[in-house]
T-cell receptor
Framework: DADVTQTPRNRITKTGKRIMLECSQTKGHDRMYWYRQDPGLGLQLIYYSFDVKDINKGEISDGYSVSRQAQAKFSLSLESAIPNQTALYFC???????????????FGPGTRLTVL | AQKVTQAQTEISVVEKEDVTLDCVYETRDTTYYLFWYKQPPSGELVFLIRRNSFDEQNEISGRYSWNFQKSTSSFNFTITASQVVDSAVYFCALSEATASKLTFGTGTRLQVTL
C-alpha cells in the first residue's frame, strides 16, 4: 500500500462549488504539505502543517483552507471553486527528526482537479 | 528568498546518450538541502536524491549521478546511457534548514527516443 494517499484522484466540479481533497499517510511523519502544480510553473506551496495544532500559509493560500484532523490526515478545501484553480494537487509529508531522511518530502499520487 | 532555476525547459536525446540536467539555486542560508524529483508521464513525484549543503561529495547511483558545487550554486544531474524509461519531467528543489519548505524549479522535460 502507498505511504501517502490522496482522494479523490480525479475530480470535475463546477464554479462556486465547495470541494475537499483529502490526504492520509502511514509514514508516521509529523509534517504535511499541500502543493499545486500548473503547467510550466513547477509546484507552489499552498499550506503546510508541522503538527496537528500548527497550520501555516504558503505562497498561494488565497481561496484555500486546510484542516489537520490528525497527525496522519491533512485535508484541503476550496470553499468556492473557480476555473483558475484547475490544476494538479499534491500532498506531501516529511519527518522533523534527526535522521538522514529529515526534511525529505514524500509525495502522494496527486489529485487532478478540473473546475468548469 | 530562496530560488531555484532550471534553465533547460526541454531536452531531447536518443537512447544511450548521456544527458545533464542543470540546476542553479539561490539562498542566504548556510544550511540547506537540495533535492531532485522525477515526474514520469503517470504524474506522481518520485524522490531521487537529497543533498546536505555541508556535503559536496558527488553521488552516483547506477546510471544517475549528481554534481554539487557550492562555488557555482549548482546541483546538476547526469543520466548516463539514457533509456526511454527515463523520459519524464525532472524537478530540482531547495529547502532551507530554518524553514523546511521546498522551493521548486520549473522542471526540465526529458524526452528519450529510440
Amino acid at each position: 500500500d502507498a505511504d501517502v494517499t490522496q482522494t479523490p484522484r480525479n475530480r470535475i466540479t463546477k464554479t462556486g462549488k465547495r470541494i475537499m481533497l483529502e490526504c492520509s499517510q502511514t509514514k508516521g511523519h509529523d509534517r504535511m504539505y499541500w502543493y499545486r502544480q500548473d503547467p510550466g510553473l513547477g509546484l507552489q506551496l499552498i499550506y503546510y502543517s508541522f503538527d496537528v495544532k500548527d497550520i501555516n500559509k504558503g505562497e498561494i493560500s488565497d481561496g484555500y483552507s486546510v484542516s489537520r484532523q490528525a497527525q496522519a490526515k491533512f485535508s484541503l478545501s476550496l470553499e468556492s471553486a473557480i476555473p483558475n484553480q484547475t490544476a494538479l494537487y499534491f500532498c506531501a509529508t516529511s519527518d522533523s527528526g534527526q535522521g538522514a531522511d529529515t526534511d525529505t518530502q514524500y509525495f502522494g499520487p496527486g489529485t487532478r482537479l478540473t473546475v468548469l | 528568498a530562496q530560488k531555484v532555476t532550471q534553465a533547460q525547459t526541454e531536452i531531447s536525446v536518443v537512447e544511450k546518450e548521456d544527458v545533464t540536467l542543470d540546476c542553479v539555486y539561490e539562498t542566504r542560508d548556510t544550511t540547506y538541502y537540495l533535492f531532485w524529483y522525477k515526474q514520469p508521464p503517470s504524474g506522481e513525484l518520485v524522490f531521487l536524491i537529497r543533498r546536505n549543503s555541508f556535503d559536496e561529495q558527488n553521488e552516483i547511483s547506477g546510471r544517475y549521478s549528481w554534481n554539487f558545487q557550492k562555488s557555482t550554486s549548482s546541483f546538476n544531474f547526469t543520466i548516463t546511457a539514457s533509456q526511454v524509461v527515463d523520459s519524464a519531467v525532472y524537478f530540482c528543489a531547495l529547502s532551507e534548514a530554518t524553514a523546511s519548505k521546498l522551493t521548486f524549479g520549473t522542471g526540465t522535460r526529458l524526452q528519450v527516443t529510440l
